[in-house]
């Protein structure tokens, strides 16, 4: 018996709507530390409540995530990471009727997700924390989101030309483990290792990277720290700046979009689409 089989359906029904883009990833962090909402949704069932709102607010996509990734997270083990999602994930996958992503970098925890239903694996490390998770990936036919990732800041760095090489290299490194090409999503990584103009340069790059690698640009800027340091609003009031990156970033070829106000994305991207297709 096929231990992924509910993955590989659910990524492969996924995949197909890459193609009516754009779809909206509402995040879900069950983290007592996220910059953001940490604490909320620790406990089950105030998890399963917001990812019902948000599903009810028009997500396409809910991306679960238990280890925070902010800047200067103190990083869990396989066993605690995997502890927090493993009372949400199969409820969650049982009582909506929506895709759910998995956000690791551990092979670990995304081996049991996946062996539960999820069909898409989100890695913030773009294969280069753990080598086993490519693996799995292609084992499992999952989706599979690479984020571009800086290990330190350096202001001298072409932002651009760094994620093409860094793209280059994981691109063959989960071709050699066998992942489908058609199942891979590209992250430009807002807000990992890069400074205020170099997050502005990844924004806008989500063309350069569609036309380079034809493949669905993934963009995640909700209520990042450049958008506190450009307006000054505090974390809970940056919906606006919010909209204005992810705007931007569909108008340049973005085709998801990591979100934690569904409704107010739904709304603004089903206008843009409209003006665009009169």
Request: glycine residues 8%; hydrophobic residues 50%; charged residues 20%.
């Amino acid at each position: 018996m096929d231990p992924y089989a509910k993955a590989r359906a659910a990524a492969d029904a996924l995949v197909a709507r890459f193609q009516s883009a754009p779809l909206v990833m509402g995040v879900l962090n069950v983290t007592p530390d996220s910059f953001s909402d940490g604490g909320r949704f620790v406990a089950a069932e105030p998890a399963l409540a917001h990812a019902r709102a948000m599903a009810a607010a028009g997500a396409d996509i809910i991306d679960i995530g238990a280890e925070s990734t902010r800047p200067g997270f103190v990083p869990v083990g396989e066993a605690e990471e995997w502890a927090r999602l493993d009372s949400v994930l199969a409820p969650l996958l049982a009582r909506l009727a929506l895709p759910v992503s998995v956000d690791t970098a551990k092979a670990f925890v995304a081996r049991r997700a996946l062996a539960l239903g999820a069909a898409m694996i989100n890695d913030v490390s773009g294969l280069r924390a753990d080598p086993a998770l490519a693996e799995v990936a292609a084992e499992s036919g999952a989706a599979l989101v690479i984020m571009h990732h800086c290990a330190a800041i350096d202001p001298a760095r072409d932002i651009v030309a760094d994620m093409f090489a860094f793209f280059d290299e994981t691109l063959s490194r989960a071709k050699k483990a066998g992942v489908a090409r058609g199942k891979i999503v590209l992250d430009p990584g807002v807000g990992f290792g890069k400074t205020l103009r170099q997050n502005l340069q990844a924004i806008d790059a989500c063309g350069a990277l569609h036309g380079e690698y034809d493949l669905p640009v993934l963009i995640g800027a909700s209520r990042k720290s450049f958008i506190g340091a450009l307006t000054g609003a505090p974390v809970e009031d940056r919906l606006a700046g919010t909209l204005a990156a992810h705007l931007r970033a569909f108008s340049r070829g973005a085709a998801i979009f990591r979100v934690h106000d569904v409704a107010e994305h739904v709304g603004a991207l089903k206008i843009w689409s409209e003006i665009e297709r009169a």
